[in-house]
């Protein structure tokens, strides 16, 4: 017996990857600051809970591959206060956004065809397109250069004739970079002169900082057939296990062949999405304190790292990540000092290391990924101990 190719050229997730090695830290009984994974500790809302405990049907059934009603509705009602005139016949509801992501993926790709994405860019989209046949054609940013993608040479540079799609991430991650409209307004330009899909996964609308405003690629009328939308609960309403996910588009040939997928799996999770639909329902002003956190986190995770001499980073303009340069010779060797090795008082951390972030090979090994996603107090502990450990883990180098 032999595994496919693919999935031999697939790699584990380096956000994930790490895990047992923290689990047995922990077990030690060190604290691990997980600082790996966009897991938020801020509150789902509690009309989450509420709305499952309400449910109170007989049989727990499957549910329309579609989505249920109530949650096609609620997503009509959100996309609609943004000024977004879906209707529920260019809605899906998926297992999460990464199930979105994969169910396009395989709609759209065959083997071979390319999707172009500013690197770094969420490592798990290598799967993602691996596993439909295509390949990520990068286009490379620095912090240095404010993780500048937008620009015609760059993007005009690297279509070909397997160019399938551009697939946009804002505000991104791993790198909190979030589209100017003009920015926007170019790749809307380009994808509807070359007669690409463009897939723009706004999972992180709502978190945009110093008074930027994001507007959705949903709202280029021009690009309608070209856009899809991706969108999701976990990070929007602190429900990542919620895994209840969405694609929007105005495109009916697309979403039509995406529903032999839906059907094929039947449907997602009826309970999650009761639980979801009393989610979107929540007024906008929800978002206004939750933002204003994540700002603050922000804040405070750049004045620590600051203080970490030889660090290379760009400051993110919105999502929840900070991808930095470390003084190291290599990321994952550091992560695993700082697990197995190094505490302080008994604490240590753990970030995703960010090579798998980059489609380029060799680039990123000093790079890492961190999550602002917890209480500030514990952000400052955190990288305190990432900045301690990296004069232990240089001065055991001999440097
Ligand atoms: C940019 C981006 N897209 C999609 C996802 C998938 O999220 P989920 O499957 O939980 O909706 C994530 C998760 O971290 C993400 O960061």
Known sequence: MKLSQKIQEMELSPIRKFVPYADAARKQGKKVYGLNIGQPDIKTPTVFFDAVKNFNQEVLAYANSHGIPELLDALVGYYKRIGLDYTTDDLLITNGGSEALSMIMTAILDEGDEVIMAEPFYTNYKTFIKAAGGDIVAIPTTAEDGYQYAVREKIEGVITPKTKAIAIISPGNPTGKVLTEEEMALIVDIVVKNDLYLICDEVYREFTYDGRELRSFGSFKEAEQNVIIVDSV????????????????????????????????????????????????????????????????????????NEIEGIKYGVPEGAFYITCQLPVDDAEKFLMFLLQEFDVDGETTMFAPAAGFYGTPGVGKSDIRIAYVLKAEDMKKGINIIKEGIKAYNAKQGK
């Open 234 to 305: 976990s990070k929007r309403f602190s429900a990542c296990g919620a895994r209840i996910g969405s694609i929007a588009s105005k495109n009916r040939e697309l979403m039509q062949n995406l529903m032999k997928i839906c059907q094929a799996r039947l449907c997602c999770p009826t309970l999650d999405q009761v639980g979801a639909a009393a989610l979107y329902n929540l007024d906008p002003s929800y978002f206004n304190d939750i933002k204003k956190e994540y700002e603050y986190r922000r804040d405070v995770s750049v004045q620590a790292l």
